[in-house]
């Protein structure tokens, strides 16, 4: 059984590119694989969070997985500033990081740009991101194409390490879903769709009532010759639209073309947000459930006791190699 291992950050809720691009596979996932889920929130404070903010908004991701079908009986549920490993593992991997490649960061480089006072945790939270992998022996890390750097990066800190003193880390592959890994903006559907997306019309919230939905959807850019056509190159946001709709109906997107053969846009429009709206309304109603039920505090303390287990041992393990830890765990 491969281990799987994914995080999101609890800034701001989640979109649904969120959701087609990972979430909605990662309920396939633990039902063949050892599963952990993690809510990043110490990635979170690379920036300032308002930190009332920052706690009620780590509650409603972890609701939300559960609203999506992340079972506590079949997966690890946990917030990472629970489980004290992450951050001491990552103080290690900081040690056998290089400034130079932690510089090299796409992510480092777009935040820090045009910046006065830039945090250190953002040049080196890349080794956080990596000790949050490694802790639990992660084959698999599912990713957007856009973050195969990161992975890239924990491969070669694990590499390092395990030359330098022992091999105790297996070495994660990244995992790109075939489809959806790539939702893009309803604004600029040449670029990803980002729940930080200054302009809220770019993107659709998990959360978003229906009159929203239906809004944002019937707003999105398109082009001028009103024909439904699926040509990323020509057509981006006819085909971006596509996708999200062959992914929230379960139709092929060929089939959905011919559907709309000598149609406009309005009325593929509105049938995109009401596949939209089917998908997202029981996922809501069970956030609701998980938001206002004390199961939820429950779910997340034996989660992070359970993932503790298993991080601990392996902190263990790279402390004794480095020359850290009198006694084993």
């Known amino acids: 059984m491969s281990v799987i291992f994914s995080g999101i950050q609890p800034s701001g809720t989640i979109t649904i590119g969120n959701y087609l691009g990972a979430l909605r596979h990662f309920v396939g996932y633990q039902k063949e694989h050892e599963c952990y889920f993690c809510v990043v929130n110490q990635h979170a404070i690379t920036v300032q969070q308002d930190p009332a903010e920052l706690k009620k908004n780590s509650k409603k991701l972890a609701a939300l997985y559960l609203a999506a079908g992340i079972s506590p009986e079949d997966s690890t549920l946990f917030i990472q500033s629970e489980v004290a490993a992450h951050t001491k593992l990552g103080w290690i991997l900081q040690c056998v990081s290089y400034i130079g490649e932690l510089e090299r960061m796409t992510q480092y480089k777009d935040k820090s740009k045009g910046k006065e006072a830039v945090s250190a945790g953002l040049l080196t939270y890349p080794p956080l991101m990596a000790a949050d992998i490694l802790l639990y022996g992660t084959d698999f890390v599912p990713v957007g194409d856009d973050q195969k750097q990161h992975i890239e990066l924990t491969r ?3 590499e390092r390490f395990n030359k330098k003193y022992r091999e105790i880390f297996t070495i994660p592959q990244p995992h790109i879903a075939k489809e959806g890994a790539r939702i893009m903006s309803l604004v600029d559907p040449l670029k990803k769709m980002s729940k930080s997306d200054e302009n809220v019309n770019a993107f659709i919230s998990m959360l978003d009532d229906e009159k929203t939905i239906m809004k944002k959807i019937k707003r999105a850019t398109t082009d001028s010759d009103g024909v439904v056509a699926y040509d990323k190159e020509n057509k981006p946001g006819i085909s971006n639209l596509l996708t999200i709709y062959s992914l929230c109906s379960g139709e092929p997107v060929e089939s959905l073309v011919q559907k709309f053969e000598g149609k406009g846009y309005g009325d593929f429009k509105e049938a995109v947000a009401n596949a939209v709206i089917s998908v997202l309304k029981p996922i809501q109603e069970r956030y609701e459930h ?28 790279a402390e004794r190699a480095m020359g850290l830890a009198r006694h084993r765990i």
Not at 299 to 309: H, P, Q, S, Y
């Open 156 to 158: 070669d800190i694990a």
């Open 290 to 317: 998980y938001l206002q039920s004390s199961e939820l505090d429950k779910i997340l303390d034996e989660g992070a006791a359970k993932a503790a287990r298993k991080a601990d041992k392996m902190l263990n393990k």
